[in-house]
């Protein structure tokens, strides 16, 4: 198997994180990345750094405006008066979320904190310094990693960081500022006419929902612990399916709070089965370990073991895998989360 990362992914390192009303120290640390890679080492898989691919892959799925603004904000931010350390936002613009609508309507004008409001949803995605090169390396990895299964070589992995599920054609939230797996999705249907995406992140995976919401080449399935009790809250309900043409083509298999192995097991399995209806030709599984039992930001109970079982479950579907990192932030699980599930997944039994 061959797995991509950029050294300049891990520049990113964002300062706060807004938890409780409180602006504390955030989870999403460079260090997870560390971990991560030494996973990959224990596997004896090479770490390839991708080729720099530029804004193209990105330009797939986000519009050149979003970008621009990531690009901008922070030299921008550094110009205002008693600025903080980081972009974040003061504002949030009424915009009802619900996916069947059309997109919403552009910012109507071109001043830094009302764009803020309008391009970042929450406080979780602060912009500093590096953010907008880690975040475009970020796609670059999941981008490389879909060119090699293109090219026939399959399972691949993609340690992105920052993460993606949650950002929005033009909306950053939940640690993610580019979506890394729907870049890779739109890439591999250069080459397969039906692609899936799985994912198995604790969150729901709103950004990937919303981005494939109205299409029926690329199914989208989140399995996440119920958003009535968890974020992101507005969206990762079981009677979101789809609208239009896209109609079927998404589901959404939540969780109940205090869940375990056998309930995420079996969501595993119903997720995989779906794809294999639909009759995906390749699949791109967003991989969390934020459902573990030692997560910071959990609400179920999964343990270790059952990383290498969801990786056995997943590896037993008979089309080539694209794995790409979403969240986790237990430093001292999840390098064996990754170890067990790419151990199973590469060569299930
Ligand atoms: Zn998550």
């Not at 552009?106 to 764009?115: F, I, N, R, W």
């Not at 490389?144 to 909306?171: K, Q």
């Not at 209806?277 to 930001?297: K, M, N, Q, R």
């Amino acid at each position: 198997m061959r797995a991509f990362y950029h050294p300049d992914q891990a520049l990113h390192a964002p300062r706060q994180f807004m938890r409780y009303g409180v602006l504390t120290d955030p989870t999403d640390l460079p260090v997870r990345t560390e971990r991560l890679l030494g996973a990959l080492q224990q596997l004896g898989v090479e770490i390839e750094t991708p080729s720099d691919y530029g804004r193209e892959p990105a330009l797939a799925v986000h519009p050149a405006h979003y970008l621009d603004y990531l690009d901008s904000a922070y030299p921008r931010w550094l110009e205002l008066p008693n600025h903080g350390p980081e972009v974040l936002p003061n504002t949030f613009p009424y915009w009802n979320g619900d996916p069947a609508k059309d997109a919403r309507p552009p910012c109507p004008t071109d001043q830094l904190l009302a764009q803020t409001g309008y391009y970042l949803g929450d406080l979780a995605v602060p912009i500093s310094e590096f953010t907008y090169r880690s975040a475009l390396r970020s796609t670059h990895t999941s981008t490389a990693a879909a060119e090699a299964v293109i090219a026939g070589e399959a399972p691949t992995y993609a340690l992105c960081r920052p993460s993606g599920h949650h950002c929005r054609a033009d909306r950053a939230t939940g640690f993610c500022y580019m979506n890394n797996a729907a870049i890779a999705a739109q890439r591999l249907r250069s080459s397969f006419g039906k692609v899936a995406i799985l994912d198995i992140d604790a969150h729901h995976g709103d950004g990937t929902q919303e981005i494939f919401y109205r299409r029926n080449d690329v199914m989208t399935v989140s399995v996440h612990v119920d958003t009535d009790h968890y974020n992101p809250f507005f969206t990762g309900r079981p009677h979101e399916r789809g609208h239009g043409a896209g109609e079927g083509y998404n589901l959404n298999i939540p969780l109940a709070p205090g869940s375990g192995d056998e309930a995420f097991l079996a969501a595993v399995r119903d997720g995989a089965k779906a794809v294999t209806d639909f009759g995906a030709e390749v699949v791109v599984v967003a991989l969390g370990y934020d459902t573990h039992a030692e997560d910071p930001l959990s609400m179920v109970k999964v343990t270790t073991e059952a990383f290498r079982q969801a990786g056995e479950i997943i590896g037993s579907m008979d089309v080539p895998k694209v794995i790409v990192q979403e969240g986790g932030y237990q430093i001292s699980v999840i390098g064996d989360c990754l170890f067990g599930f790419l151990d199973a997944c590469r060569e299930p039994r």
